[in-house]
């Protein structure tokens, strides 16, 4: 009798967008800086004048190092052309890699306060910098930032902005966390989910296939530091974007629903649905040919359908799961960062706090000085002329 073995699935993630395929090669940057744990490509606004006015963007969480081919691409040849448009603006561009991007926050941050010091030491003039980034990138440089200052080292930034940045934390469903240790055959998929930038970043995590949703201990330690360092910087002006809508609207995945089914194949009856408040909430039902796992969740909001930037985390295991056996997709799009935690607005214990419209609850602040929000849900990290207008309308001179 031949030895059955669960299929062997092409790895994919939960915590980042899709990297496309085939993407073009960036241009050659005027410098590239190395550093221990990763790097800066440097691209001058002119280069007969030198670096005069740096704008640092940080990349943010996958696996593995940063490409700056797939980095450009996003922020060039989308929607919108972002980096012709700042260059042409005369503002110097400096993405910061790393060479991994699943580490933890801590360790990244080093990587960009080099980045920082080196653009400082080549700039030419006095201009400010203004430092920020991407989803976990806007973290890296939020810590970085504020750990400068509380170490009296002058970071010479005017102005710190973070592109739809978790700051009260990113949402990957639990019955996804789980079928990513489930999938036995697919290591890496459970390694992204226990990586120490997942456990830092998720509002709510699970280690295991048994484990209880709850606030990991990498994320309270972190969000510990983050405050020994004061929070945030206070001497830059600092503003965030979401790529959530504003106005309460959701992205239409309805709470308590069938979102992937597996019909026939290694994993028949394996089932994944939305999360919906409540105790012992059904969210994932995981079979395989020796296992068979229920995944409730108690207490927990209606957070997959809150307005938010997207990632399509149920799509990419539905899609995945297909290679196995017939799959039926319902949903493929879930909140990741919601609107409220990219603007430091609300923490996202209740369902009503991820819904309510921003601005609509008298003397509410955010701890930012200044935000804005996509007119409707888009994927995350979305590079659009909205966005881009926001950064430009705020950068120093």
Sequence with gaps: MTEQTEPTITPFGFLAPTPPEG???????????EFPGGRAWVYLSNSKFGLKRPVLISDGFENGPSSLNVLWDGMERKDFPFVSELRGRGYD????????RNASILENAK??????HRAIAERVG?????????????????????????ENDDHETALYFSIDSPHRGAWVPIGLQALAHFMTATPKLSEQINSAAARQLLWRHIETVEGTPAEDELRTKFLDELKRVGGWPSIPRKIGFANGAGDGTGNGVKPGVDA?????????????????SGDGQLVARLKGLFQDKSIRTSGLPDIDG???????????AGEALKKTGKTEIKETTVCFVPTVSALALRDLDETEDLYAPVGS?????????AFAFAPANEGHSHMSEHLATFIFQNLPE
């Design 23 to 33: 993407v073009a090669p960036a241009p050659a940057p005027d410098a590239t800086w």
């Design 93 to 100: 561009l400096i993405i910061i890699g790393y060479d991994e």
């Design 111 to 116: 990587v960009a306060t080099a980045a920082i």
């Design 126 to 150: 006095q201009s400010p910098l203004a430092v920020g980034g991407f989803s976990m990138g806007g973290l890296v440089t939020r810590y970085a930032l504020a750990k400068m200052e509380a």
């Design 260 to 276: 992937v089914k597996v019909t026939s194949g290694w994993f028949t009856d394996t089932d994944l649905r939305t999360q919906k």
């Design 306 to 316: 809150a307005p938010g930037g997207t990632l399509e985390t149920f799509g990419i």
């Design 361 to 369: 609850r008298e003397g509410e602040e955010s701890e930012l000085d």
